[in-house]
């Protein structure tokens, strides 16, 4: 999948969104510190993500409590310094908010409702509809369904899940627990939702722990043994028959400053900070989803355009990494006079220019066959008024340099450069942004020209060789 806009010479870049993780996202107690999440992070959420969530009243205590977490944030709750309404949702993502859909499914209200598999059909057909393309996290929360669930409905549910993990591979699923009941640890709810969590945790998946959060409060006291239940009431004995001693929503907010360590935003079945809990939970799984990378988000392949300017040159951005969504303006020119050397249509890019040391993208221009084979991206240094390798303009200037014979292969690093000479394109490895175009090799200093290449590769020089397809 793509994730860019290209309109009038602008590409919105946002950080691509790979389903294929490399251990499980588990959203439970410990992931519930909003002061943890950075403006970048919550930035490239927004972003990034476009997501659909089914629900009746329960799951509604994740969207109740985002709605209040807004002004919340605003007014510098928890100590928060964040831009103003950074945290708000709706459903299109419109003025600078997450692209939210709540309840948009036809045919099921939650996991549980009108029956245990319904909703799987109801998200085939929100998925497969056009003007649904764009919708990249699906999540579903349950009722009370999970309390009085067999091992093999919980299978179901699980395989269903799968199923459509496999048919829709460029969208994720947040699986879910079911909501506390008072039955305690040897109740069946408790037995189901390990269920879930222990699957999630061997097979990679997402969870939305919702049940486990409601066990502790937020200073990280445990209720699990006190058969607690949705709405945060406990029997501090632990014992059935159930006697209710305590709510440790109540006792925790009656500790604390309204509106500077909690928000009053109403929550279905339960107190409000229960719903504080599931909006910061929210906030970091959405955070997670959208970062490939600890700290960075990874985007691949994003055509760009071909230029109009004469030679019909296209440009490709193959690879590379962001720590925000990036705004990117392109233009294309014809090549002057001056231009000593440039073959192709020059490209103009603006707003790739890195944030933090460790980005980079990877450009490549198509060349015509006719120009032969020595060929390059260059780049033009404005110091020097000359085009050059264009991985000269690097920040470590060049020091990287490494040539390949072939097309890009997934190697980010720094400097790498190559032809691809089956495909008649050039492509670099960068982290700068300026005009670009296809260059002959002669303009270029020594040693980087790609005729050295080429004698480097057929073991002309030294015997030394160059991988191939494998910038």
Same mark, same amino acid.
């Given at each position: 999948?793509?994730?860019?806009?290209?309109?009038?010479?602008?590409?919105?870049?946002?950080?691509?969104?790979?389903?294929?993780?490399?251990?499980?996202?588990?959203?439970?107690?410990?992931? $519930?510190?909003?002061?943890?999440? $950075?403006?970048?992070?919550?930035?490239?959420?927004?972003?990034?993500?476009?997501?659909?969530?089914?629900?009746?009243?329960?799951?509604?205590?994740?969207?109740?409590?985002?709605?209040?977490?807004?002004?919340?944030?605003?007014?510098?709750?928890?100590?928060?310094?964040?831009? *103003?309404? /950074?945290? *708000?949702? !709706?459903?299109?993502?419109?003025?600078?908010?997450?692209?939210?859909?709540?309840?948009?499914?036809?045919?099921?209200?939650?996991?549980?409702?009108?029956?245990?598999?319904? @909703?799987?059909?109801?998200?085939?057909?929100?998925?497969?509809?056009?003007? !649904?393309?764009?919708?990249?996290?699906?999540?579903?929360?349950?009722?009370?369904?999970?309390?009085?669930?067999?091992?093999?409905?919980?299978? $179901?549910?699980?395989?269903?899940?799968?199923?459509?993990?496999?048919?829709?591979? $460029?969208?994720?699923?947040?699986?879910?627990?079911?909501?506390?009941? #008072?039955?305690?640890?040897?109740?069946?709810?408790?037995?189901?939702?390990?269920?879930?969590?222990?699957?999630?945790?061997?097979?990679?998946? &997402?969870?939305?722990? %919702?049940?486990?959060? =409601?066990?502790?409060?937020?200073?990280?006291?445990? +209720?699990?043994?006190?058969?607690?239940?949705?709405?945060?009431?406990?029997?501090?004995?632990?014992?059935?028959?159930?006697?209710?001693?305590?709510?440790?929503?109540?006792?925790?907010?009656?500790?604390?400053?309204?509106?500077?360590?909690?928000?009053?935003?109403?929550?279905?079945?339960?107190?409000?900070?229960?719903?504080?809990?599931?909006?910061?939970?929210?906030?970091?799984?959405? &955070?997670?989803?959208?970062?490939?990378?600890?700290?960075?988000?990874? %985007?691949?392949?994003?055509?760009?355009? *071909?230029?109009?300017?004469?030679?019909?040159?296209?440009?490709?951005?193959?690879?590379?990494?962001?720590? &925000? *969504?990036?705004?990117?303006?392109?233009? @294309?020119?014809?090549?002057?006079?001056?231009? &000593? #050397?440039?073959?192709?249509?020059?490209?103009?890019?603006?707003?790739?220019?890195?944030?933090?040391?460790?980005?980079?993208?990877?450009?490549?221009?198509?060349?015509?066959?006719? @120009?032969?084979? !020595?060929?390059?991206?260059?780049?033009?240094?404005?110091?020097?008024?000359? @085009?050059?390798?264009? /991985? =000269?303009?690097?920040?470590?200037?060049?020091?990287?340099?490494?040539?390949?014979?072939?097309?890009?292969?997934?190697?980010?690093?720094?400097?790498?450069?190559?032809?691809?000479?089956?495909?008649?394109?050039?492509?670099?490895?960068?982290?700068? !942004?300026?005009?670009?175009?296809?260059?002959? #090799?002669?303009?270029?200093?020594?040693?980087?020209?790609?005729?050295?290449?080429?004698?480097? +590769?057929?073991?002309?020089?030294?015997?030394?060789?160059?991988?191939?397809?494998?910038?």
């Amino acid at each position: 999948m793509r994730s860019s806009v290209l309109c009038c010479g602008v590409l919105l870049l946002v950080p691509y969104v790979e389903t294929v993780q490399a251990g499980p996202i588990i959203i439970d107690h410990t992931r $519930t510190d909003i002061t943890a999440l $950075t403006e970048e992070a919550i930035l490239n959420a927004k972003a990034t993500l476009h997501i659909a969530y089914g629900h009746t009243s329960h799951g509604s205590q994740l969207t109740t409590g985002m709605n209040g977490l807004v002004a919340f944030a605003n007014g510098g709750g928890r100590g928060l310094t964040l831009p *103003a309404n /950074i945290f *708000a949702y !709706n459903n299109g993502g419109t003025s600078g908010a997450l692209d939210l859909a709540d309840t948009p499914f036809s045919g099921a209200e939650d996991l549980g409702n009108p029956n245990r598999t319904e @909703w799987a059909t109801a998200t085939r057909n929100y998925l497969d509809a056009s003007a !649904n393309s764009d919708v990249n996290v699906v999540i579903w929360s349950w009722c009370g369904q999970v309390s009085g669930a067999t091992e093999a409905q919980i299978n $179901t549910y699980l395989d269903l899940m799968n199923d459509l993990e496999a048919d829709y591979p $460029t969208k994720n699923f947040v699986y879910m627990t079911g909501h506390l009941d #008072g039955s305690g640890l040897a109740g069946n709810l408790h037995l189901r939702n390990e269920q879930i969590r222990d699957y999630c945790r061997a097979n990679d998946k &997402t969870l939305f722990d %919702f049940a486990d959060i =409601e066990t502790y409060d937020p200073d990280g006291v445990y +209720f699990g043994d006190q058969l607690p239940d949705d709405g945060c009431d406990y029997d501090s004995d632990g014992t059935l028959p159930r006697t209710e001693t305590g709510n440790w929503a109540t006792e925790w907010q009656n500790a604390h400053t309204e509106d500077a360590d909690w928000y009053d935003c109403g929550a279905a079945h339960s107190v409000s900070l229960n719903a504080n809990l599931k909006a910061y939970a929210a906030w970091t799984l959405w &955070t997670d989803l959208a970062a490939d990378v600890p700290g960075h988000g990874a %985007f691949s392949e994003y055509d760009i355009d *071909a230029s109009n300017a004469g030679q019909g040159t296209v440009a490709t951005l193959l690879d590379g990494t962001a720590q &925000t *969504a990036r705004v990117i303006s392109e233009s @294309w020119r014809a090549p002057a006079a001056s231009d &000593t #050397g440039v073959v192709s249509d020059i490209l103009s890019l603006s707003g790739l220019a890195p944030e933090a040391g460790d980005e980079c993208f990877v450009l490549q221009l198509s060349y015509d066959a006719s @120009w032969g084979n !020595n060929v390059l991206l260059g780049w033009y240094d404005d110091t020097t008024g000359q @085009w050059v390798n264009a /991985i =000269e303009g690097n920040s470590d200037g060049g020091v990287s340099t490494q040539g390949f014979v072939g097309a890009y292969g997934g190697n980010l690093t720094l400097g790498h450069w190559g032809v691809d000479l089956a495909e008649h394109t050039v492509w670099a490895v960068l982290d700068h !942004n300026s005009e670009f175009g296809v260059i002959l #090799g002669e303009p270029v200093p020594e040693p980087t020209t790609l005729m050295l290449c080429l004698l480097w +590769f057929v073991g002309l020089i030294g015997g030394a060789r160059l991988p191939r397809h494998r910038g």
